[in-house]
């Protein structure tokens, strides 16, 4: 299994404020991957990175930013937190053949 | 671009009946296919997946999924299920290059019943 660390596992926050959701890997994988999942809507694409510093936009990437300066870490940023951004948060990693993702065991995250 | 259908949100069966989740897809250009488990609390892992060749692909674990490009579809199927089965499904799809992303679909969750 590649070795994907999410971080915090869970998190309560206010709306208005900024939080930043990390991903770390241990396998070197060039791309990296963050989902949201939400109840009748699956995983949905949010933001994805091809090399360090190297970034783009996925389906549903309005109210957040994300940042790679080193290959091993990915970070996601809510800007001004939203109610509609509660959800469950998956960062994936793809594997050396380039046709298997690895998932992170999520974070939680519910904003009051 | 790609996108996946999943018409079932849920299935019930019970243990040792056979079970089918249904998946659609819909793309342009060649693609990938893959179904994902997930377990209650955990990320999702891959559980088999179509990149080219035999279009009947199995699991470690009983399932098999067949891609069938006339209809777009690659239905998973077990003969006989499980209590340990119980997770969601998602199926997802890629083009066929490397760089791709995954789309996903919206999920079938399997339950199974003693």
């Known amino acids: 299994d590649a070795g994907i660390t999410q971080s915090p596992r869970h998190k309560v926050t206010e709306t208005g404020t900024p939080v930043t959701l990390r991903c770390h890997q241990t396998?070197?994988?060039?791309?990296m991957y963050w989902y949201r999942q939400d109840p009748g809507h699956g995983l949905r694409l949010i933001h994805y990175?091809?090399?360090?510093?190297?970034?783009d936009k996925g389906e549903v990437s309005d109210g957040y930013s994300v940042s790679r300066s080193k290959t091993e870490d990915f970070l996601l940023t809510l800007e001004s937190a939203t109610s509609s951004q509660t959800s469950v948060y998956f960062c994936?990693?793809?594997?050396?053949?380039?046709?298997?993702?690895?998932f992170g065991q999520g974070t939680r995250l519910t904003v009051v | 671009a790609q996108s996946v259908t999943q018409l079932d949100s849920q299935v019930p069966v019970f243990e040792e009946a056979p079970v089918e989740l249904r998946c659609n897809y819909s793309?342009?250009?060649?693609?990938?296919l893959f179904w994902y488990v997930q377990y209650p609390n955990q990320g999702l892992q891959l559980l088999l997946k179509?990149?080219?060749?035999?279009?009947l692909v199995e699991s470690i674990n009983g399932f098999e999924a067949e891609f069938n490009k006339s209809q777009t579809s690659f239905h998973l199927r077990k003969p006989s299920v499980h209590i340990s089965d119980t997770a969601e499904y998602f199926c997802?799809?890629?083009?066929?290059?490397?760089?791709?992303?995954?789309?996903f679909g919206t999920g079938t969750r399997l339950q199974v019943f003693p």
């Open positions: 990175s091809y090399g360090v510093k190297d970034t």
């Open positions: 396998e070197n994988h060039r791309y």
């Open positions: 997802a799809v890629s083009a066929s290059t490397f760089t791709d992303k995954l789309i």
């Open positions: 793309s342009s250009v060649s693609v990938y």
């Open positions: 994936a990693t793809l594997g050396g053949s380039g046709t298997e993702a690895f």
């Open positions: 179509y990149l080219s060749g035999s279009t």
